[in-house]
C-alpha cells in the first residue's frame, strides 16, 4: 500500500481492558495488527497473542495500521470476526481515521489507543490509569511533586528533569520522612521507588490510598525491578503507572504532567486491590477515626492499622507451656509482634504500652531488656513520650515508623 509523505514519527500505544500491560509501536510505514500463528515464524507487528488475542477472537492478520501524510488510519483486514473503532463496526480494506484516545474492538479484544510522537524508548511496564500525552502544557504552574528516592543520583536527576519544566520538587529518601510532610502539605503527584530502607514503597502507595484524605492523588513508581510481580504487586497497592529505571527523562516529563492534569479536571478516588486490618485488636466499629493509627513495621508488606481506644502492650508471645500461652492470648489490648522477628531483634515479652488520653497518643517503655527508642531517643521507663505523626519507634532493634489517621495538633512535651 502507497503512503503519502513522511510525516511526522508516531508512536501507538495500545492499552488492554484485561491488562495493565502497556505495549507501544513505532509507526513506520505501516502496522500489521494480528497474532502469532504457533509455527516457527515471528509475527511482524502488533502479537497479541500474550493479551488473549487466540482467546478472544484476534484473527491472525487482523487489522492494519498505516500512514497517511500527518494522520493515522486503520483498517480491517477481513478479520473473522471484525474490527470495531469507537463502537462502528469498519468495513474491510476502507480506511478510517485513528485518533488518540479511540477505543478498538478486535473481536472481544478491548484496546484504548493513545497516538502521540516518538520520544525514544519507552520506559512503561504498567498502568491502570488511562492518560493522553496530547495538549499537555509546555510548563507547570509550580504543582509540587515529592520525590521519594534513596539514591542521590537519581533523586537529583528527578528533580532537575521536573523542575525544568516548571514542577516545584521536594525529595525524600525514605517513607517516614515522606509521611511527615504528606501529614501537612498535599502534592500534586508523589514519585515512588520501592526498594527503599526500613519501609518499602508499597507501603506508602497502600498508605494513600486507604488512610490519608486524598486517596486519589497520582502515583507515578520508577523502580529498577522490571519483573511482572513487582509491578502486578504495585498497581494492586494503587500506583497509577509504573516505570523502568533508567527512566526516558521526556516521558518522565509527560507522564507526570499527564497525571497531574487529569487529577486537576477529574480527580478519582482510587483504593488498593485488597485492604485489610493485620495484627490488631478485635474490631469495634463504634470507635472514631480519632482513635486509629497506621504502624509501618520493618520488613512488613503491609502497614498495620489498630484502633487504639483503650491501652496496648506491645510485645511478643513467649515459647512457653500451652496453658501460658493460652492465657496470654486472652489478655487484652495485647500487639503480638512475633511475626516480624521480634524475638531476634531484642523485643521483650511486654516491651512498651500505647494509649490514648483523649487528645494524643502517649507511649512508654516498661522496663524492657533492650530500650524503647522514639527518634533515635531512649526512652525512661514508665515515662509517657507523646507521639507525633511520622514518629521513628524502636523496640530494641525492630523498627516502626508510627501514623495517625486524623490530624494532629500541636504536641506539648510530657510532663
Not at 494480528?34 to 500474550?50: C, I, K, Q, S, Y
Not at 510481580?229 to 516521558?251: D, I, M, R, S, W
Not at 492465657?327 to 516491651?351: M, N, T
Not at 502517649?362 to 507523646?386: A, K, Q, Y
Amino acid at each position: 500500500m502507497a503512503t503519502e509523505g513522511p510525516g511526522p514519527e508516531w508512536i501507538i500505544e495500545f492499552n488492554f481492558e484485561n491488562s495493565p500491560q502497556v505495549s507501544q509501536k513505532s509507526l513506520g510505514a505501516e502496522l500489521v495488527i494480528g497474532r502469532a500463528d504457533g509455527g516457527e515464524n515471528t509475527f511482524v507487528g502488533l502479537d497479541l497473542t500474550p493479551f488473549g488475542g487466540d482467546e478472544l477472537g484476534v484473527s491472525r492478520r487482523h487489522a492494519l495500521i498505516h500512514r497517511q501524510g500527518d494522520r493515522v488510519m486503520i483498517h480491517d483486514l477481513h478479520s473473522s470476526n471484525g474490527t470495531t473503532l469507537n463502537g462502528k463496526i469498519l468495513e474491510p480494506e476502507v480506511d478510517y481515521l485513528l485518533k488518540d484516545g479511540n477505543a478498538l474492538r478486535l473481536g472481544d479484544l478491548q484496546i484504548t489507543v493513545h497516538i502521540f510522537p516518538d520520544i525514544g524508548p519507552t520506559s512503561i511496564l504498567g498502568k491502570r490509569t488511562d492518560f493522553s500525552r496530547n495538549d499537555l502544557p509546555i510548563m507547570m504552574r509550580g504543582q509540587q511533586v515529592i520525590v521519594v528516592e534513596d539514591e542521590q543520583l537519581f533523586a537529583e536527576l528527578y528533580r532537575t528533569t521536573l523542575e525544568e519544566v516548571g514542577f516545584s520538587v521536594q525529595i525524600c529518601h525514605e517513607v517516614v520522612s515522606a509521611v511527615r510532610i504528606l501529614n501537612h502539605q498535599t502534592p500534586s503527584l508523589i514519585l515512588l521507588d520501592l526498594m527503599l530502607p526500613n519501609v518499602t514503597g508499597l507501603e506508602l502507595c497502600r498508605y494513600v490510598r486507604r488512610d490519608m484524605a486524598y486517596p486519589s492523588l497520582p502515583i507515578l513508581v520508577v523502580s529498577a525491578r522490571t519483573d511482572p510481580e513487582a509491578v502486578k504487586q504495585a498497581l494492586e497497592a494503587g500506583a497509577n503507572v509504573y516505570l523502568a529505571k533508567p527512566v526516558n527523562p521526556k516521558e518522565l516529563v509527560q507522564i507526570a504532567s499527564a497525571l497531574v492534569q487529569q487529577n486537576e479536571a477529574h480527580p478519582r478516588s482510587l483504593g488498593t486491590k485488597q485492604l485489610g486490618d493485620l495484627n490488631s485488636p478485635e474490631e469495634k466499629t463504634s470507635v472514631t477515626r480519632e482513635f486509629t493509627i497506621i504502624l509501618f513495621i520493618e520488613g512488613s508488606r503491609e502497614p498495620v492499622t489498630l484502633v487504639i481506644d483503650e491501652a496496648v502492650i506491645l510485645g511478643r508471645r513467649g515459647d512457653t507451656t500451652q496453658e501460658h500461652q493460652k492465657a496470654e492470648a486472652h489478655k487484652p489490648g495485647f500487639i503480638d509482634l512475633q511475626p516480624y522477628d521480634a524475638f531476634e531483634k531484642g523485643v521483650s515479652r511486654v516491651h512498651a504500652k500505647l494509649r490514648h488520653d483523649g487528645q494524643k497518643f502517649l507511649f512508654e517503655d516498661l522496663e524492657s531488656s533492650n530500650g524503647t527508642f522514639v527518634n533515635g531517643m531512649r526512652l525512661s521507663p514508665n515515662d509517657p513520650h507523646i507521639l507525633i505523626n511520622g514518629d521513628e519507634i524502636r523496640l530494641g532493634r525492630l523498627r516502626l515508623a508510627f501514623y495517625r489517621v486524623t490530624e494532629e495538633t500541636s504536641p506539648k512535651e510530657a510532663t
